[in-house]
């Protein structure tokens, strides 16, 4: 299982519609419109690969998407547990 | 407190998600700050794939790449990453690095020592050398190398070995862009910076997917779009993509016919009193391209040029063309981007001097907002090729082979004979690997990249480097170049190694090395004088104990010139976000419009009240071109009807070298594909996915159909990228006659399902 974030910036004012619109996508949780149209997306997934799926996917049927930037990935199998100081 | 490993990974996810965006982190747990703290360390460097030049942090832990972050420090993307930058550090360690010399023995490549490798390629060129001369061999070398190695190989082979056959693969991407910058303005390289998008009301984007290519610069035109509501952008592009999305304008013209619309654009800009009369006075000449001629005679030459005349060549609508160039005229500010679809041309400078033109008339240039600014396909084809002296007409620091005097100061600062750097340019890339073929170069050193995939015409072109004593100096095996090699070197990659990378806007950026080289590979520049000390030329080379001694040294080239770069020092770049060169010196903060007041170079007392002096022309002033509208070399005919045309997708760039390792990015395209358009397909009895047949006049390709909205009716489109799949067997190799860029852009072809 993979955890992965991007920021996906929209047409002018069509964020909220398009956050909305993002929250029926399967493996896909919002958390928020900032500074205008950008989203914050992050994706749960059993492959690396379905960023970059998921990335081409937006873009091709979400008409007010203009693009997708992936921040982070990583893999939740490689440390169990972590302590917090 | 204990957190599961998945809240801790969604934390770090939104982390960095806000932080890329310059918001406060979403999560504030100490969690995070430690963890990252304590186990990774991050180094400043820039991607290594397109021209744009974006900051990014490589985070090394336990000595092992770790993670890729934007830099959210870096002015050029603010934190932003594309798909592509986003998976860097995986490639540091992909499963196809090349860790050993390989030599070929008995028609195999065969793993082989350093020194075996290294004696055999001193050898053998030093053979050449002394029984043909030094014409006889050859470097081929990258805009993805960093500036110092270029730097050294420049200085091996034109400055000791003796031959001016030293060319880059720039040559196929930006040489046209070169051709305009030097013929209109005097001197290479765009006047302004990134910094004028967040000032341009209009920008008019010709021969450009910048959402696909540059998907950072698009995202700059999507904020200064929503930042100023008036900002218009205007597209002259054969296809839709999805650079549509943002354009108010679209004038989707026949490929290879844009030049009259140039023409047609200006002319409406003087017709309906757009012009900057006091500018064009100032400085502004007029030629035809052989004779100086008049502002009256420019005009009447422009008088063809109707927009109906325009649209009809383009198979555009007039008014379109009418419209265009109002909202050039009205808008305050305007700046132009263009990219392969302009260069990648037989009429590349004569287009990118057409784009210059607008800039000129209207005096669009040289002050906030305003730009005709090139963008670049590679990561240092500027700063590496264009500025350390990659081409076989060019020295370093903007200087030319054929200047007397520059080849003194360079030979000078080389510590060899001014009578060995020969004062005729060399074989550019299209004539070196023909000259190859034809047996008149007998060995070649291709450093960072792989003419057996992106050479057009490549059935003409393989036969040649086959027969030729090939040396690959490559981070990867096999590419399609490596696979014909006779010696393969093993090179450090990103990452594994510092030096300096330059962009699109003249800035020049430190990469700092994070990681020892994957195992026996050496960095580049250790290679060439390597090979500088076995042909005995150790003395000239002995002086470089790193990339650092090379920078230096390269500073020196750069002294006094309009790309001065005295003040950048390693140290100096270490510690800042990149500078834009004119820098003379260590407290000059870097130039944002060159030629105006600003520029260090800028001279007051010749310019008088002039607001541009153009100090790379005898006499200040830059050049507006009255040149024909060439049209394509290979214009369709009965028996090709079809427009072929080639570029790229957002997840791989250029042959897959290193994107195709990475099998994320390799799934969201998996096949090659050709885009037909949706009437087309109709006519000829294709369906989306149905196999097709493309031939052109030099071969025959069979890829998948793509059946969609994007290409105009009677064009198809291939992405270039896969190996498996050669695209280039089908493109042209008639070069413009100025830069000697091929004509990737435009073909004819068949189509047929196969």
């Known amino acids: 299982m993979i955890i992965a974030s991007m920021i996906v910036t929209t047409q002018k004012g069509m964020a909220e519609e398009v956050a909305l619109q993002l929250k029926r996508v399967p493996n896909l949780t919002t958390h928020g419109v900032y500074k205008g149209d950008n989203i914050i997306v992050v994706m749960e997934a059993e492959k690396e690969e379905e960023l970059v799926n998921m990335s081409r996917y937006l873009m091709n049927e979400f008409e007010d998407i203009l693009g997708t930037y992936p921040t982070f990935m990583a893999s939740e199998d490689e440390v169990d547990e972590i302590e917090e100081k | 407190m204990s957190i599961s490993r998945r809240n801790f990974l969604k934390a770090s996810a939104l982390t960095a998600a806000a932080a890329a965006i310059g918001v406060e982190p979403l999560h504030k747990s100490s969690v995070l700050a430690a963890a990252v703290q304590e186990s990774v360390v991050w180094y400043k460097s820039v991607c290594r794939f397109c021209g744009v030049g974006c900051g990014v942090m490589l985070g090394v832990k336990d000595g092992k790449p770790f993670g890729i972050k934007g830099d959210k420090e870096c002015p050029v993307n603010k934190g932003l990453l594309c798909v592509k930058g986003f998976y860097l550090h995986r490639m540091i360690t992909a499963k196809n690095r090349l860790l050993h010399p390989l030599v070929r023995k008995n028609g195999k490549l065969e793993k082989a020592s350093w020194d075996e490798a290294m004696d055999l390629v001193a050898s053998r060129f030093k053979e050449i050398l002394e029984k043909d001369g030094p014409n006889a061999l050859a470097y081929y070398g990258s805009g993805q190398a960093q500036t110092e190695e270029t730097y050294l190989a ?15 693969n720039p040559r196929l991407c930006m040489a046209s862009a070169v051709g305009g910058y030097t013929t209109s303005f005097g001197a290479d390289e765009p006047i302004g910076t990134y910094k004028d998008i967040e000032h341009c009301n209009l920008f008019l984007i010709i021969g450009s997917n910048t959402a696909e290519a540059h998907p950072v610069i698009f995202d700059l035109l999507v904020q200064r779009k929503k930042d100023s509501p008036s900002c218009k952008i205007i597209f002259i592009d054969p296809r839709k993509t999805p650079t549509n999305r943002i354009v108010d304008l679209h004038l989707q013209v026949k490929p290879g016919y844009d030049l009259a619309i140039m023409h047609a654009i200006a002319r409406q800009l003087i017709k309906d009193g757009y012009t900057d009369e006091q500018f064009i006075k100032d400085s502004v000449n007029f030629s035809n391209g052989k004779d100086p001629i008049t502002y009256d005679d420019y005009k009447a030459f422009l008088e063809k040029y109707t927009p109906e005349y325009a649209a009809e060549q383009a198979d555009i609508n007039p008014a379109d063309i009418v419209k265009a160039a109002r909202m050039f005229g009205e808008s305050p500010t305007a700046m132009t981007m263009w990219c392969m679809g302009v260069n990648q041309r037989v009429a590349g400078v004569f287009l990118n001097n ?17 730009d005709s600014f090139s963008l670049t396909g590679q990561p240092n084809a500027c700063g590496g090729v264009r500025e350390a002296g990659g081409l076989c007409h060019i020295l370093p620091g903007h200087r030319l082979v ?4 520059h080849r003194k100061v360079v030979a000078e600062i080389w510590k060899t004979s001014p009578d060995k750097i020969q004062p005729t340019p060399g074989k550019h890339t299209v004539a070196m690997f023909g000259a190859a073929a034809k047996g008149e170069i007998k060995g070649m050193y291709i450093l960072c990249t792989n003419p057996a995939q992106s050479l057009p ?3 003409k072109y393989i036969p040649g480097m086959k027969d030729t004593f090939l040396v690959v100096a490559e981070s990867f095996y096999p590419t399609e170049t490596s696979k014909i090699a006779d010696v393969v070197l093993p090179v450090a990659f990103w990452g594994e190694k510092e030096g300096v990378y330059g962009c699109t806007e003249r800035r020049s950026q430190h990469l700092a090395k994070a990681l020892n080289p994957s195992g026996e590979s050496r960095w580049d520049g250790d290679v060439i004088v390597d090979l500088a ?6 003395k000239g080379f002995e002086h470089f104990k790193g990339p650092e001694d090379v920078w230096s040294e390269y500073q020196k080239t750069t002294a006094g010139t309009d790309m001065d770069l005295s003040g950048a020092t390693y140290d100096r770049l270490k510690k800042v976000r990149g500078l834009t060169w004119p820098v003379p010196d260590t407290s000059h903060p870097g130039t944002w419009h060159r030629f105006t007041e600003g520029d260090p170079y800028f001279p007051k007392d010749k310019a008088g009240n002039r607001r541009m002096y153009f100090y790379a ?7 507006i071109f009255a040149r024909p509208d060439k049209g394509p070399e290979e214009p369709v005919s009965a028996e090709y009807p079809v427009v072929l045309t080639t570029g790229r ?13 990475i099998p994320e990015l390799v799934r969201a395209n998996p096949v090659p594909y050709a885009e037909l358009n949706p009437d087309d397909a109709k006519l000829w009895g294709i369906k989306n996915r149905d196999k097709v047949k493309i031939i052109t006049r030099r071969g025959l390709l069979t890829v998948k159909a793509k059946v969609i909205d994007r290409t105009r009716k009677g064009t198809i489109f291939i992405p270039w990228h ?11 190799d008639a070069v413009d006659p100025g830069s000697f860029e091929p004509e990737y852009k435009v073909a004819a072809c068949q189509v047929a399902k196969a």
């Open chain 2, 354 to 370: 057409l784009i210059h033109n607008i800039h000129l008339l209207t005096g669009k240039l040289g002050k906030p907002g305003c």
């Open chain 2, 457 to 459: 015409n490549l059935n």
């Open chain 2, 649 to 661: 997708i957002l997840e791989q760039w250029h042959t897959m070298t290193m994107t195709g390792q």
């Open chain 2, 402 to 405: 054929a200047n007397e005097q």
């Open chain 2, 533 to 538: 000390k076995r042909m005995g030329y150790g």
């Open chain 2, 154 to 168: 420049q200085r091996l082979f034109k400055g000791y070995i003796g031959t001016n056959n030293a060319d880059g």
């Open chain 2, 722 to 732: 896969w190996p498996e799949s050669l695209t280039n067997i089908l493109t042209i």
């Open chain 2, 617 to 623: 022309k005898p006499d200040g002033k830059a050049v």
